[in-house]
């Protein structure tokens, strides 16, 4: 769920959905100095971190001319924790974009890196705070595959973040001490080495936490029920740019089962919300997950609390009405730790 306001400004969506997973709404909420000890909410005014309730830190945003410190929400709210028993694709889960792309993340290349970050803590801290879906570049380099934040398909010394192993290891850290939880693992694959992602996610521990290729559902139908597949140990879903490695790897082709709408810029244009040139319409029903992208086409860390803040929830409408009425399943962002929105993911 997602509540946003901005001071005096209201904003009030509620939707009914078949099974009822994502609820927009808002509510007045005026900027207090009177709160503390764990009481003040988002947007509320706070001295220290203590001041903020429970998954909020207290921050500030001058992009929305704030002159002083207020609550703002740095940790998702498992959708799982508030209803259970639904299907997988009944539920909304918050995405990082370029997850591995850390700012201050030290150079393992023996040279500066030269690229944009897109987000402010390690991707163990993500997963920890409510982030279920990690968006990772992957490319031959170095005689391995590592995380790269390039162009051109190829992966530089100055754009290198690290191997991608040792990402994966953390994932295979928390889904192991996390027995109940599922992440999703969206592929910007660039690797050619035969058999390459099947070899290292096996490396990485991953294997036994695969979701089967053959029990995807492939028109639309809906996923299994998630205590279904938490009880099959099925908690991690991958998937691939490259069409071939379904066939080749058993690696699901993102766009057979995600309906996604445009990445950059485009996806943060007020009004509109074209889907993405290889997925389907976003109407089309041809997929049951969608998977909505949210961040601008240059991070700017200072601006992300504008941007996650009223035209956030304003755009997940616009979107909403632009797939026929379907919620996104997975909403990426750039600095998922800054929101000046009530999130409930």
Known sequence: MLSCSMDHRGLC??????YLFLLLFSFFISISTSCSNGN????????????????????????LGKTQPFCTRGQATIPTS?????????????????????????????????????????????????VRGLMLDMYD???????????????????????????????EAFLSQNPTEIVTIIIEDYVHTPKGLTKLFTNAGLDKYWFPVSKMPKNGEDWP??????????RLLVFTSVASKEAEEGIAYQWKYILENEAGDP???????????????????????????????YPVED?????????????????????????????????????SCNYYL
Request: charged residues 15%; neutral net charge.
């Open 225 to 234: 029920i998630v205590n279904d597949m938490v009880q099959a140990n099925h």
């Open 40 to 63: 003040c909410q988002v947007l509320d005014s706070c001295s220290q971190a203590t001041d903020c309730g429970r998954g909020l830190y207290c921050g500030n945003c001058q992009a």
């Open 303 to 339: 601006e992300a609390c504008k941007v996650h803040s009223t035209p956030l929830a304003d755009m997940i409408g616009t979107c909403y009405k632009a797939a026929g009425s379907m919620i996104p399943n997975f909403l990426a962002v750039n600095f998922y730790m800054v929101f």
């Open 141 to 171: 380099f170095d005689g391995d595959i590592w995380l790269c934040h390039s162009f051109r398909g190829q992966c530089f010394n100055f754009t290198a973040f690290q191997p991608a192993i040792n990402t994966l290891r953390e994932v």
């Open 82 to 130: 508030v209803i259970g028993g639904l299907p997988f694709n009944k539920y909304s889960w918050l995405v990082t974009h370029n997850s591995f792309s850390i700012v201050d993340a030290p150079s393992l290349s023996g040279v500066q890196r030269l690229t944009f970050y897109n987000q402010e803590d390690t991707v163990t801290n993500q997963l920890m705070n409510g």
């Open 267 to 297: 996806g943060v244009k007020q009004g509109s919300c074209p889907n993405r040139k290889e997925s389907g319409p976003l109407n089309s029903k041809s997929a049951s997950l969608f998977l909505m992208n949210y961040f601008p086409t």
């Open 13 to 18: 969506r509620a939707t009914a959905i078949g």
